[in-house]
């Protein structure tokens, strides 16, 4: 089975610009999660969707905003940019996020870098 | 709420040594679940192992394994035979409401 894959790997974006994000899951996995990884602030919760919902979301601005599709493929979107927001931001998907004993399995991440 | 401490920033270990990296939760639930992850300096989150809160064994994976003690409300993990490849970034996590809670993690360098 393919791993979770994420586009692109390395963006260089300036402030005040948005970004898209995208990410696809393992075949067969439903549940697809955001994660933001910074030096400063560590792995923080962006926010997670089955269904084409969102069932949770972190404590993040306004300014980042996701969607999923029918086919479980995921895009997250930054508008506005900030310094800030340079970051790894991290996909993951497991079958259907319920179980508290659900594996999550992480893509290889894009790196963001805002000038 | 939930919460991970991972209290060892550093870690260095020689080579072929074993190695126990410290993971301590906090939870109300009387179910949950406690993961550990790899990350090498290219960044991509490696599942290692897990652990279920009524797990009657200790997980075992490979060289992999986790000292999981609930009444202390600890998951340490276990590396046997280190090797220069295990250097990098340690996560111990546990699953809540949709989402990964995060330790800080630990940064292991192996040394030859």
């Known amino acids: 089975k393919a791993g979770v894959t994420q586009t692109p790997r390395y963006l260089i974006k300036t402030r005040g610009q948005q970004v898209t994000l995208s990410c696809s899951p393992i075949?067969?996995?439903?549940?697809v999660s955001w994660y933001q990884q910074t030096p400063g602030q560590g792995l923080q919760f962006l926010f997670e969707y089955f269904s084409e919902t969102q069932r949770n979301k972190g404590n993040f601005p306004g300014r980042f905003s996701g969607r999923q599709f029918s086919n479980s493929r995921s895009e997250m979107n930054v508008s506005t940019l900030e310094l800030g927001d340079s970051a790894l931001y991290l996909c993951?998907?497991?079958?259907?996020?319920?179980?508290?004993?659900?594996?999550?399995?992480f893509g290889p991440g894009t790196r963001l870098l805002v000038l | 709420a939930q919460k991970i401490t991972q209290t060892q920033p550093g870690m260095f270990v020689q080579e072929k040594e074993a190695v126990t990296l410290d993971c301590t939760y906090d939870t109300s639930d009387p179910s949950y679940g406690l993961f550990w992850y790899k990350q090498p300096s290219s960044g991509e989150m490696i599942f290692l192992i897990y652990q279920g809160s009524y797990d009657q064994q200790n997980a075992t994976e490979g060289r992999y394994s986790l000292n999981f003690q609930k009444a202390r409300k600890s998951a340490n993990l276990v590396i046997s035979a280190s090797q220069l490849g295990d250097s990098a970034m340690y996560f111990c996590?546990?699953?809540?409401?949709?989402?990964?809670?995060w330790g800080a993690g630990t940064k292991l360098i192996i040394k030859p």
């Open positions: 996590a546990m699953r809540g409401n949709y989402q990964l809670i």
């Open positions: 993951a998907s497991s079958l259907d996020g319920t179980s508290d004993q659900e594996t999550q399995y």
């Open positions: 075949s067969g996995h439903r549940s």
